[in-house]
């Protein structure tokens, strides 16, 4: 159908004619340097064609009839001055969004632009529906709206999208809140930034949607606690590889509970025991460590290969150690590869030690290891990495204080969820870098104790380093 009016940007309907086609046409030509009036003119009468084959209606929009200018330029051949056009539509519509920016108080006209929500609706540019949005969602008055809007505005005038997604949007008023100097309002109200091919990545590891979710959500979690509640030197320090703090990506499962399990002559009753604590300590506990009794190792030893899949089952609720009095055989042929599952011995074995740590295999040593019933709960765990600061008193004293203003953090958080039972449960924290029985090791090991002391904290140090914290560590040496 032949159009018969024209529908112009502010919403006007005019006559639609083809000699202003023609004259952008030329216009055009003449910047590519290949002026020539009758061509523009037949140019003209093809795009008004091409409109009547492709239009559904009698009228038609502006912006249809640039996009079938370029499109006829571009199939007879005339690409100069299709590159002409386009570099002036790009340039009038900057002009035009300047204008809009600078007189949208008084002139009242939107931008040429739809705002995608995130459940994929699409409105046109309301600068009051905006406006209410920051109200509620920022808390700004009318005169902070005044500066903020314009600014917004401002930096969709340079752009020549025609289309922005609300995140992207919020991001703009993030800086339009930093450029009218409330930085703290900007702070306290950004958004979390996931980083779309680290999402991808956690997605894609396997497992089910819920253990997937979970990933997302510690990432979430440990931004959103980096960015509240916890002082700026223990940021810093934790940022920088010098602080681990335990429960940062899962801060109400920050406790940890190690239990061994009572020794029962039916292997059957025993698993049958750990599922049940494993089960009841998984709800309330973030790690959960068991410590099966030497008899199941015995078994294992012996060829009962029926208790793999079930300790493999155990495994994926919580970590396993088989109890083991000394050497055992089975380690040349380890049935739980890739498994949460180790060893547990009376007393260090520095043979047995070596050898599982070349297997990446876990482990625990003690004598109360091997008592049943043995409950131990870890209220909130902590470790320092002090390499290269041998005699350096002033750092390590920074660092005590911030393990021990991490430590009354993650004690706040856990009274937060409801945890008010501490009595107890370990508050312990780990060294590295520096040998134990060296000055400064002695030093900063007293300076930790004694500053938890003044907080009316008793923080225990162990010589235990989980393998999370080994990896955040490392990061000072990258």
Not at 172 to 190: I, Y
Not at 292 to 316: K, T, Y
Not at 387 to 413: F, I
Request: one cysteine or more.
């Amino acid at each position: 159908m032949k159009p018969a009016t024209l529908r112009k940007r502010d919403g006007q309907v005019v006559s639609f004619v083809p000699t202003p086609i023609a004259g952008a046409i030329r216009r055009a030509m003449e910047a590519a340097g290949d002026a020539d009036a009758d061509c523009a003119g037949e140019l003209a009468m093809v795009v008004v064609d091409h409109l009547t084959h492709t239009c559904d209606g009698d009228c038609v929009d502006i912006e249809e009839v640039q996009d079938a200018v370029i499109h006829i330029l571009l199939e007879t051949g005339h690409y100069d001055t299709a590159l002409a056009f386009v570099r002036y539509r790009e340039d009038r519509e900057r002009f035009r969004r300047s204008a809009r920016t600078r007189d949208a108080a008084s002139a009242g006209v939107a931008p040429n632009l739809h705002v995608v929500e995130p459940n994929g609706r699409r409105r046109l540019w309301d600068r009051a529906w905006l406006g209410e949005l920051l109200a509620v969602r920022c808390g700004l008055d009318d005169k902070a709206l005044s500066e903020v809007l314009p600014l917004v505005e401002d930096s969709l005038a340079g752009s020549l999208i025609t289309e922005i997604a609300t995140p992207l949007l919020f991001s703009l008023v993030d800086a339009a809140l930093v450029r009218s100097g409330r930085h703290a309002l900007a702070a306290e109200r950004s958004p979390l930034r996931l980083d779309r091919a680290q999402v991808r990545e956690l997605i894609s590891r396997g497992g089910d949607g819920r253990t997937s979710l979970e990933r997302i959500g510690r990432l979430a979690s440990e931004q959103l606690a980096l960015s509240e509640g916890y002082p700026e030197a223990v940021v810093r320090l934790a940022c920088r590889g010098r602080l681990w703090i335990d429960g940062l990506d899962d801060h109400r499962r920050g406790s940890q509970l190690t239990a061994t399990v009572d020794g029962i002559t039916n292997p059957w009753q025993v698993l049958a025991s750990a599922m049940a604590l494993a089960a009841d300590a998984q709800r309330r506990w973030r790690r959960i460590r068991l410590v099966l009794p030497p008899a199941i190792l015995g078994h294992l030893e012996r060829g009962a290969q029926a208790l793999v899949p079930a300790i493999s089952g155990l495994a994926r609720m919580a970590q396993v150690h088989l109890y083991c009095d000394g050497r055992t055989p089975l380690l040349s042929a380890w049935p739980f590869a890739g498994e949460k599952v180790g060893l547990a011995t009376y007393h260090d074995d520095f043979l047995l030690l070596r050898r599982l740590h070349d297997m990446g295999l876990p482990y625990l040593s003690g004598p109360h290891l091997m008592s049943g019933a043995h409950r131990r709960r870890v209220a909130v765990d902590l470790a320092l990495n002090a390499q290269g600061l041998e005699g350096e008193h002033a750092q390590m004293d920074a660092l005590a204080m911030a393990l021990v203003a991490a430590c009354r953090r993650r004690l706040d958080q856990l009274l937060c969820e409801g945890e008010r039972d501490f009595d107890g449960a370990d508050l312990r924290f780990a060294l590295f870098g520096l040998p134990i029985d060296s000055p400064s090791g002695q030093y900063l090991e007293r300076q930790v104790i004694q500053e938890g002391a003044r907080h009316g904290i008793t923080l225990v140090r162990t010589a235990h380093l989980h393998e999370e914290a080994c990896a955040h560590l490392g990061r000072l040496l990258e």
